[in-house]
Each structure stands twice: as structure tokens, then as C-alpha cells.
């Protein structure tokens, strides 16, 4: 299988990959405005959209992977760690050595997959603080760059 992560995040991706519709806690103006900074990574397997990655930098100086989604089906081939390379390379270029994410809190163990918290372990995040945010409680997670080289 190939593997090929790009700029090239579009919309008409985002909807194949969440199998038909942007949902709506991704509202357009997010979308928009993510796209038009370049601050989305799209990974495709043998040509066809299969994940994306969409970051920001928080303050302008503290990047923080806002979303990272591989397609139903794509999981489980590398793809998220891919699109996670892809961005520590971006950020290395701009110049940051540390990398902010996140993943919904909980035992890795009692949920099923898809699970961020054991994707963020097992690569070689550091946990931080848990925020309790309206959707829930967040996992907060760091990495330096090189580690993701
Ligand atoms: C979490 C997610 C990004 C992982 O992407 P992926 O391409 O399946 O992950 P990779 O193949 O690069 O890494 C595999 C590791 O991630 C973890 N993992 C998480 N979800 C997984 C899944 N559905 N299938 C396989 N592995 C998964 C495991 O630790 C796995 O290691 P293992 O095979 O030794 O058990 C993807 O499943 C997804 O989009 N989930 C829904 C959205 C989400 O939870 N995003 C993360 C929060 S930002």
C-alpha cells in the first residue's frame, strides 16, 4: 500500500473521508480558515483521500494538533503516525521543536478502537494535564519534533 501525505486538504476530501459530510462540530468558517492559513495535511492510500491532519499555532509560537482523523477502514496502517510525521517535519521547518495534541480522556483499555489516547501512548507522547472542556474531559499530550523525525 501506498502511502502519500500533501498540502492538498480540501473540502471535497474532508467529505470523503468522513464518509459523506464535514460533521457539524467542524463548522465552515473553521474549516475555511484552517485550509486558507495551510495548516491542513492530507494523506492518501493508493491515490484515494484517507486521512487528514488540520493544526494551528496557538499565540503564533505553540503548535497543537487540532484534528487528526483516519477514514473508517484506512486504521491500523500507519496513516496517523504518517500524517503526525508529516506535520513535526512542517513544524521543524517553522522552527518549533515541541508539539501539542489531544485525545478524549478515558481508559484506553474500556474503550474500543478508534481510540487517540492509545495512538498517543504507544508513539511516544508524554501525557500533560486533562482539561474538562463542553464536550468532555481532554487528554492534553507533548512530543518534541525530533522524536517524531
Ligand atoms: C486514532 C487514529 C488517528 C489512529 O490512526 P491510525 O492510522 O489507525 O494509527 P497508526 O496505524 O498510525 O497507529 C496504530 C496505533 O494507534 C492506536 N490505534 C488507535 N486507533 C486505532 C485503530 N482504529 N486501529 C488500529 N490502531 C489504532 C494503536 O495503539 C495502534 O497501535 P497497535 O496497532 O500496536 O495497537 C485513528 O484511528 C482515528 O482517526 N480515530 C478517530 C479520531 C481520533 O480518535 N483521533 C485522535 C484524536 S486527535
Known amino acids: 500500500m501506498n502511502v502519500q501525505i500533501d498540502n492538498n486538504l480540501t473540502k471535497d476530501a474532508l467529505i470523503d473521508i468522513y464518509g459523506g459530510k464535514i460533521p457539524s462540530y467542524h463548522p465552515d468558517y473553521f474549516i475555511d480558515s484552517r485550509l486558507k492559513d495551510g495548516f491542513g495535511l492530507l494523506a492518501e492510500m493508493d491515490g484515494k483521500p484517507a486521512g487528514f491532519l488540520i493544526y494551528t499555532i496557538w499565540w503564533g509560537n505553540c503548535p497543537f494538533i487540532e484534528v487528526l482523523k483516519v477514514k473508517e477502514g484506512f486504521e491500523g496502517h500507519g496513516i496517523g ?40 501512548l504507544k508513539h511516544g507522547f508524554e501525557k500533560l494535564n486533562t482539561l474538562h472542556l463542553p464536550h468532555g474531559e481532554e487528554q492534553f499530550f507533548s512530543i518534541e519534533v525530533e522524536k517524531l523525525l
Open 81 to 120: 503516525i504518517s500524517l503526525m510525521r508529516a506535520a513535526a517535519r512542517e513544524m521543524k521547518a517553522k522552527n518549533f521543536d515541541t508539539l501539542i495534541s489531544s485525545s478524549e480522556a478515558g481508559d484506553p483499555e474500556g474503550k474500543k478502537y478508534p481510540d487517540g489516547m492509545s495512538f498517543h
